[in-house]
């Protein structure tokens, strides 16, 4: 258990072995955008200890946007994000929360201030989605690295 000194905020820090025996990365936070600071502490941690450092700034990216979504389209009050490693090369960042909206990608103007988030997740992903759930959703986002990064 550690303490977010920032906020005042305990976090617990969960490993759960998956069926590939790399370890998973979770945490449930409260659904606001600021909850993105601990997220891509996160997706640093994990990454960093499967010596896949060279996803840490789009890994940083995705949760980020992905987060924000959640905080601004949702009421949820708390949200869940999750960083698997479904293979090797293959890193798995969702956020899931309780909301049966799915999220929509809109084509926003290049100087609209907002609305590309999506676009920016779909950019950097090799692919990302949506999962409905019997009380809410999962939107995620897969990364890959090449070998030798």
């Known amino acids: 258990m550690s303490f977010d000194t920032d906020r005042g905020i305990e976090m617990t820090v969960k490993t759960v072995a998956r069926p590939r025996g790399h370890p998973g990365y979770s945490e449930t936070l409260p659904c606001a955008a600021e909850s993105a600071k ?7 941690a994990a990454v960093c200890a499967w010596g896949m450092e060279a996803l840490a700034d789009d890994g940083a990216l995705v949760v980020t946007e992905l987060v ?9 009050r708390l ?13 798995r960042i969702e956020v899931v929360d309780r909301s049966p909206t799915l999220p929509l990608a809109l084509c926003p103007e ?28 999962r939107v995620w986002g897969v990364l890959t690295c090449e070998a030798g990064q």
């Open 110 to 137: 290049t100087d609209d201030l907002r609305g590309h988030g999506l676009a920016l997740v779909d950019d950097v992903t090799k692919q990302w989605g949506t999962e409905r759930l019997p009380w809410g959703k």
């Open 68 to 76: 924000a979504n959640a905080a601004q389209h949702t009421k949820s």
């Open 38 to 44: 601990i997220a891509r502490r996160l997706i640093g």
């Open 79 to 91: 949200i869940r994000v999750v960083i698997i490693r479904p293979a090797l090369d293959t890193v």
